[in-house]
């Protein structure tokens, strides 16, 4: 009676778990793309925002040698450039520094060299070198960040100034959301000697997206926006021109690309010695997944089945069955005994005529054939239906025969049989 109450419980959790699935199903039916919409920025993917369409249309906008990838760290891999007509392109989530990546970095700039950082977080151990204080004592503290559903951005400068402001919403399935995004403070845009230039920014001002920042001879280029950059933009018109006027700004040298130093945005902010902006929100890896709406419901599947699961666990369980060993085959183990004291024994005739009848037995079984002494057609039968020689058929049955009319059998006579006999067995067919 428990058992039938145990199985009707298990085909009910089956039948839920299966509503479950296709309720899952139906509502993301017309989600399930080919696409991912992660905001990976990976520079290999193809997906809406992956980067690799801007990389590959900056690797082919200069000569072929002229486009150098970066694939260790930078203090080891950067050349210093003292000829000044050179650019370091990052675009990522967020870089990763140590202290002797930001000093060749800053070296590469000093000498007139450009670097191009798009991210959603900058390291402080290169801004602290990078941003002097000079507006009333203000420090470098990240990027402020604010909600919003898309960034709308415009150039400053009249040659680069579009009739149209840039926009880009956060799509995600094509439907746009709201998010936080990242803006460079106003306050830090002072009249100093080494004061930061407002690159680009939203229409009314307040939303810095883009600066450059002097350094030696040469400039950083700050971008906050890198989903300006991603395949879902760069395939459309308005971010085509967003990327050609942006990229205006590099020099007309060779270009390093940095293909190491991208790590996710909560690794760079982890890294930085100041605290985080306080309205940038703390996550963990349960806000991303409810944020997607493919993973949230993952999520909720797995609760249910889990809640489900203990629900009916949690009911009385017969005993469970114990687990018996595997049985042994043990004949192999009898006839080697058996053989061994008749062989001591010495009388090797009657392991030959044991032998023999285990012959007749396989043959009986497996063809149908009896052995007579008398049928001389027992052989040439046996021939065509085992493919065995008849020669060696008739050598075998004539030994037998000599066996048994014998009343002693020597060992070179045993040997012999033995192997005729081994040979029937692993060629008959």
């Not at 000093?103 to 700039?109: C, D, G, H």
């Not at 400053?156 to 959301?177: M, N, S």
């Not at 690309?257 to 309205?279: I, K, Q």
């Not at 017969?318 to 005994?337: A, G, W, Y």
Request: glycine share 4%; with cysteine; net charge negative.
């Amino acid at each position: 009676m428990d058992t039938q109450k145990q199985q009707k419980g298990w085909i009910i959790l089956g039948i839920v778990a299966l509503l479950l699935l296709g309720f899952f199903v139906y509502q993301n039916s017309d989600k399930f793309l080919s696409y991912d919409w992660r905001m990976s920025l990976d520079e290999e993917s193809k997906e809406p925002y992956g980067i690799q369409i801007i990389k590959t249309v900056l690797e082919n906008s200069i000569a072929q040698d002229s486009f150098i990838l970066l694939d260790k760290k930078i203090g080891n891999s950067l050349p210093e450039n003292k000829a000044g007509n050179s650019n370091f392109v990052f675009i990522g989530e967020a870089l990763l520094l140590d202290s002797n990546d930001v000093e060749r970095l800053l070296a590469f700039v000093e000498n007139g060299n450009t670097v191009f950082i798009s991210s959603v977080t900058i390291p402080d151990l290169l801004m602290e070198e990078v941003y002097f204080n000079d507006c009333d004592s203000i420090y470098w503290e990240d990027y402020g960040t604010y909600y919003d559903t898309a960034v709308i951005t415009n150039f400053v400068h009249p040659d680069l100034h579009a009739a149209e402001d840039f926009a880009f919403p956060y799509v995600r399935q094509h439907k746009i959301y709201n998010t936080y995004w990242q803006k460079i403070d106003n306050y830090l845009f002072c009249e100093s000697d080494n004061y930061p230039v407002i690159i680009s920014r939203n229409p009314d001002s307040t939303i810095v997206d883009m600066a450059m920042f002097p350094y030696g001879e040469g400039a950083f280029y700050l971008q906050t926006s890198p989903i300006a950059f991603t395949n879902f933009y760069t395939t459309k018109k308005n971010g085509q021109q967003y990327a050609e006027k942006a990229f205006t700004h590099l020099q007309h040298g060779k270009i390093y690309w940095d293909d190491f130093s991208n790590v996710p945005s909560a690794v760079g902010r982890s890294r930085n010695w100041s605290s985080p902006d306080p309205l940038t929100p703390r996550k963990g890896p349960l806000d991303y997944i409810l944020s997607q709406p493919a993973l949230a419901w993952a999520w909720y599947l797995l609760l249910a089945l889990g809640l489900l699961f203990l629900l009916f666990r949690s009911k009385r369980q017969q005993r469970i069955i114990p687990v018996l060993p595997k049985n042994r085959n043990t004949s192999l183990e009898f006839i080697s005994t058996i053989s061994r004291l008749h062989f001591k024994g010495d009388n090797h005739r009657r392991i030959a005529l044991q032998k023999m009848d285990l012959v007749l037995a396989f043959i009986r079984n497996k063809y149908r054939l009896s052995f007579i002494e008398t049928n001389a057609d027992f052989i040439e039968e046996l021939s065509v239906v085992s493919e065995i020689d008849q020669a060696l058929l008739q050598k075998m049955f004539l030994l037998y025969t000599n066996i048994k009319s014998s009343e002693f059998t020597t060992d070179k006579t045993l040997i012999e049989l033995h192997k005729l006999t081994d040979y029937f067995y692993k060629n008959a067919r």
